[in-house]
Structures are given as structure tokens and as C-alpha cells.
């Protein structure tokens, strides 16, 4: 008998209809009043300015919305049941033909995105394994080639629903390659735990 043990998987979590299809509505006419800033890549592409849950009502609703997952993504992230806190939230307005090009989130341990529209597929999210380093590569990506979970360098969230919440590690690189659909809005969040403590070695984040 032959065994593949996948080790030192990637956790990324999807908790479907988070937001309620009220909630959803009432959130996205007032984002249709916010203040938005172009991003830098794509002019296709504004933002709410960064800010913290405390800064508006709906913001701090979504923070308590999420924290049970956030609090139980972080269990399996450090295997503890730690005290969380949502660093900055925003919305993010993504028009046809945008795209949000690859970046990972500083400075924060879990990111979060929640939806408010159903993407359309050609705009789903895509988390990459790396971009390289400084030593050349090798890859056997080609027509004849099985692509599986060791071998493949990119991967694409299968399906959203609108109220849905998508979890991942800050660390993990992800882009939104562009949209070939109607107007997608979401609102993304970083998030830190209280402390980390490796034997007594122990960083307070605030
Ligand atoms: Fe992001």
C-alpha cells in the first residue's frame, strides 16, 4: 500500500450566508453614498478609506458578525482559543473590467472578505503559492501535466454566495484577476490576536 501525506496544508475557510439578504441590501446603499479612493493599479477599482470597527455602526455590526469565525480560524492557525480584534475593515468596489492585482495583507494574521454581490466567475478570488525568490525555478506545467495540490502554483475560490465570508492567513498572496462581469462589491478586514506565546517567549499585538 501507498500513502501521500499532504503536510503543512494552507487553511483558507468559506462560511457561507454570513449576511443576511436584508443586511446586504441595507449595507450596499449606503456604501453606494461612501466616499471612495481609486486604487493605485486599477482605476476600475475604489475603496472605503481604511478604518477601524468603531468607525460607523455597520462596521462595528460586521465586526461582531465575524468575530465567532475569526475567533475559530485563529484556533486552527495557533491552536488556541485566543482573544481577537478587528484591525481595519473597508469595502472595496470592483467595477467591470477591474481587477485587483496580487498583494498579501502586512502587519495582520487573518484577512477576511465578505461579499455583497455574487462574483462573477471570471472575478473570483485566486491565492498563489509564491512569486519566486532569488534562485531560478523549475516546472513541469504543460498540457500533458495533472495538476493536483502539490504541483499547482495558483488556486481559485469554486463558488461564492453573496453574504458569504472568506478567511485566509494574511500571509497567502491573492489577487482578483479581472472582472468580466457586473459591478462586485466586497468589504475585507485584517485582523490580530491579543498575544502570541511560544514557551513564555510571548508579543502583544494592539
Ligand atoms: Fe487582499
Do not use: C
Not at 472568506?166 to 472582472?179: D, G, I, K, R, W
Amino acid at each position: 500500500m501507498s500513502q501521500v501525506i499532504g503536510l503543512f496544508p494552507t487553511p483558507v475557510v468559506r462560511v457561507e450566508r454570513l449576511l443576511s439578504g436584508e443586511l446586504i441590501s441595507s449595507i450596499t446603499s449606503e456604501i453606494q453614498d461612501s466616499q471612495k479612493q481609486t486604487n493605485a493599479f486599477s482605476d476600475r477599482l475604489s475603496h472605503t478609506p481604511v478604518a477601524g470597527i468603531e468607525a460607523n455602526e455597520t462596521f462595528a455590526r460586521l465586526g461582531e458578525l465575524v468575530m465567532p469565525s475569526v475567533v475559530q480560524f485563529g484556533e486552527v492557525l495557533f491552536g488556541e482559543t485566543l482573544g481577537w480584534q478587528i484591525k481595519e475593515i473597508w469595502v472595496n468596489v470592483l467595477e467591470p473590467g477591474g481587477r485587483q492585482s496580487i498583494h498579501t495583507h502586512a502587519n495582520s494574521f487573518i484577512s477576511g472578505v465578505l461579499y455583497l454581490t455574487q462574483p462573477h466567475p471570471s472575478a473570483n478570488l485566486v491565492f498563489h503559492k509564491s512569486l519566486g525568490g532569488t534562485n531560478f525555478i523549475f516546472s513541469n506545467h504543460n498540457k500533458n501535466a495533472r495538476i493536483n495540490a502539490y504541483n499547482g502554483s495558483k488556486w481559485m475560490m469554486p463558488e461564492i454566495t453573496p453574504g458569504d465570508l472568506v478567511m485566509f492567513p494574511s500571509y497567502l498572496l491573492h489577487e482578483v484577476p479581472t472582472n468580466q462581469g457586473e459591478q462586485r462589491i466586497s468589504i475585507a478586514f485584517n485582523a490580530i490576536p491579543e498575544r502570541l506565546d511560544n514557551f513564555g517567549y510571548a508579543v502583544r499585538f494592539a
